[in-house]
């Protein structure tokens, strides 16, 4: 095989990270990353994701890389509906992504806004859509359906879920650590960041995932409630909070935001805590939820090899972990001294005679990206 050119861009709501691949025979090796940040904010250096998306280019040239030599350009887009698949970006495709703005509206407009940006600067490369929600498109019906009357679910009021490209990378990962092929894996995976979501692994297939319609339901998260009473929403509707207000309120002024006072960051958090009850009870909320529902799938699966924890707060708090995940009554048991040694890398916690393994496997989802990428084109990778 030819040497090709990979780039994949991670368009957020004010950054885009990006990353350069080169395949050579059929191993992927990392050229260069970068990101952008504050876009569109105060102080920011670039207004919008399309210009931003010019200054990446510009900055990869830099770096000594002929763009034009770029045959490949990977799009993460958070939603994708009952898209099941990464697939090759055209008009009708991208007329799916604008229909569910309105269910991400912090992503897939500026996820559009990097494709049609590298489609513009970037001519004869073939753009790929990978989903954060194509993973979980092999949930049941009775695991993805509300208890709604069924009109609207036939109207597309369902469960989707997110950060599947995360979940499946650390599945697969964690499938070769324990010498399974990934169809026979059974496992749960808890991504674990800014954002926060668990996913039920049955013989490969994610089977139900913490998050729904949208990124705000499931676990507490940085500034978002997780799951909420329905009739709350109601209740302060009827106080004549208006949509816009109630909006802003549950995704951006909740979760460890909102209980603790002082912050979003778990290590602002954590370094409160004997002073402040609220940060106390904000990573007690934080650790029982994220133990509520590991336990929950604990239940439906028939067997679990393995629960991973991954992303910057999985991946680098071992209290979090250990509090949410030591499960004696599971036959689950973390070593303590596995578990504070394990810090932004790859490693087990659990104690050797553990019913289930626990790791902890750092996630990449840009990598995921690549891979899916390359195989829409037909290039499989080894490994």
Do not use: W
């Not at 890389?65 to 509906?81: A, L, Q, W």
């Not at 799916?96 to 912090?106: D, G, N, S, T, W």
């Not at 339901?217 to 209740?235: N, P």
């Amino acid at each position: 095989m030819s040497e090709l050119r990979v780039l994949v861009v991670n368009c957020g709501s004010t950054s885009i990270k990006y990353r350069v691949y080169l395949v050579s025979g059929k191993a992927l090796h990392e050229e260069l990353r970068g990101l952008i940040e504050r876009i569109g904010e105060k102080g920011g250096k670039v207004r919008t994701h399309e210009e931003g998306i010019k200054v990446m280019l510009k900055e990869i040239s830099k770096k000594g890389i002929d763009i034009g030599t770029i045959s490949v350009v990977g799009h993460r887009v958070v939603h994708g509906g009952e898209i099941a698949e990464s697939k090759k970006i055209d008009k009708r495709l991208l007329k799916q992504i604008e229909k569910y703005v309105e269910l991400a509206p912090l992503h897939n407009p500026v996820n559009l806004a990097g494709i049609r940006g590298a489609m513009k600067h970037l001519p004869k490369a073939v753009n790929v859509a990978v989903f954060d929600t194509a993973f979980h498109q092999t949930l049941p019906e009775y695991a993805y359906c509300y208890a709604i009357p069924y009109e609207y679910v036939k109207e597309g009021i369902r469960r989707y879920g997110f950060h599947g490209t995360s979940h499946k990378y650390v599945a697969e990962r964690c499938a070769f650590l324990l010498g399974k092929r990934f169809e026979r894996l059974n496992a749960i995976t808890c991504h674990l960041g800014a954002g926060c979501s668990i996913t039920a692994i049955s013989k490969g297939k994610s089977i139900d995932t913490s998050m729904g319609l949208t990124p705000l339901e499931g676990l507490m998260m940085a500034t978002r409630c997780g799951d909420i009473d329905a009739g709350i929403l109601i209740h302060l509707l009827r106080k004549g909070m208006d949509a816009d207000s109630l909006d802003k309120m549950l995704n951006k002024k909740s979760g460890l935001l909102g209980i603790s006072g002082v912050g979003k960051d778990m290590r602002l958090i954590l370094k409160c805590m004997k002073q402040k009850k609220r940060c106390r009870l904000a990573f007690d909320m934080f650790c029982y939820r994220v133990r509520k529902y590991i336990s929950a799938y604990l239940g439906i699966l028939e067997k679990t090899d393995a629960i991973v924890f991954t992303a910057g707060i999985g991946e680098n708090v071992p209290l979090v972990r250990k509090r949410s995940s030591h499960l004696p009554q599971f036959g689950v048991l973390i070593d303590d001294r596995k578990n504070a040694r394990v810090i932004g890398k790859e490693g087990m916690i659990s104690k050797n005679n553990s019913k289930v393994k626990v790791f902890v496997i750092p996630t990449d989802e840009e990598k995921m990206i690549a891979i899916e990428s390359l195989r829409i084109l037909g290039v499989r990778l080894m490994g």
